[in-house]
């Protein structure tokens, strides 16, 4: 009697540890959160995706995978609910995807949203809102799975028509002809440094004596800007020849003005009595050789001698 009490008592401290684990676990794994229902629906494989599995907002954990089963409404679709957190901010234009846990195969729902509406996607236990499912990155590569390989087979067609026995054989000349270029080029070059070396050295060499020699002549040409300088500083001079150049021309202008207000005039004066006596001298030259006998009897007519008409004789004196 005394074992099966000990037994007794041994089986209850057990089944009450139990208890206590369990109601810790409960405890610790207790769900307080709120969360409400959304749809996707899609024609799209969702391989890899079971029931809890996690959905994500911009990468942070906001809820799960409600239940996985096909969609009464649209024939052939797919249907996943998904409980989400009440505090994320769900809009007209969230959209998910499908993702993939590295190389595990586990796929999550991830949710973004690109800002094209602001308007909040107001939630409905009854009716869940429907969330539009875009298609993931390996879905697409999936779906254009054909034209990449018929791509790789026209790539992999051209890399063999490039590779045939003519084009090696041409590539061969190629390179060939590529080594004959490269000798040439290295002959070149020893050529090249051959004419440096015997001919730009000297040249090179003749550089400093040459900027020498142009050092000195801009010495000198200083030199003769200074001398320039000092010369047209003396001509500005107060009584520099400038100066005094002016003084003349100024004293010749007024030489000039008082010759053409008392010279000229006299001059002119002195060419009008000439002119005149000249006319007068002229006038009697021609009346001396008209009348030569002017010269004795004057410029008056003579009376009219015995024999020439109008002769009167004179009468006879008294007795």
């Known amino acids: 009697m005394e074992n099966k009490s000990h037994a007794l008592a041994a089986g209850a401290f057990v089944f009450g540890m139990l208890a206590v684990v369990v109601a810790l676990v409960l405890w610790f794994t207790r769900d307080n959160t709120v969360r409400n229902l959304y749809e996707l629906s899609t024609r799209d494989p969702v391989s890899g995706l079971q029931p809890q599995a996690a959905v994500r907002y911009r990468g942070i954990m906001v809820g799960k995978v409600a239940s996985i089963d096909f969609d009464p409404e649209h024939r052939g679709n797919v249907r996943v609910r998904l409980a989400i957190d009440e505090r994320v901010p769900l809009t007209k234009s969230t959209f998910a995807s499908l993702s993939y846990q590295g190389v595990t195969g586990l796929a999550f729902v991830a949710l973004d949203d690109k800002g094209e509406s602001q308007e ?16 993931s990155m ?19 067609r051209r890399a063999n028509a490039l590779l045939s026995d003519q084009n090696q054989q041409r590539i061969a000349q190629a390179l060939e002809s590529i080594a004959k270029v490269a000798a040439q080029t290295e002959s070149l070059t020893r050529s090249l440094d051959q004419t440096l070396k015997t001919r730009v050295d000297p040249a090179l060499a003749s550089i400093p004596p040459l900027a020498q020699s142009v050092r000195g002549t801009a010495q000198d040409f200083g030199q003769a800007a200074q001398s320039l300088n000092a010369t047209l500083q003396r001509l500005n001079a107060e009584d520099g020849a400038l100066a005094r150049l002016g003084s003349g021309t100024a004293a010749l202008q007024q030489t000039l003005e008082s010759v053409n207000a008392t010279t000229l005039p006299r001059l002119n004066r002195a060419a009008d009595d000439t002119s005149l006596a000249a006319r007068r001298i002229g006038r009697v030259a021609d009346t001396i050789a008209d009348s030569p006998q002017s010269l004795i009897y004057g ?13 009167v004789a004179p009468a006879a004196a008294g007795r």
């Open 120 to 135: 909040p996607l107001l939630p409905d236990n009854d009716d869940p809102p429907q969330i539009p499912l875009r298609p």
């Open 138 to 156: 390996f879905s697409q590569l999936q779906g254009k799975g054909e034209a990449i390989l018929g791509q790789v087979e026209e790539a992999t």
């Open 299 to 311: 410029t008056g007519v003579p009376a009219p001698g015995p024999g020439e008409p109008g002769f």
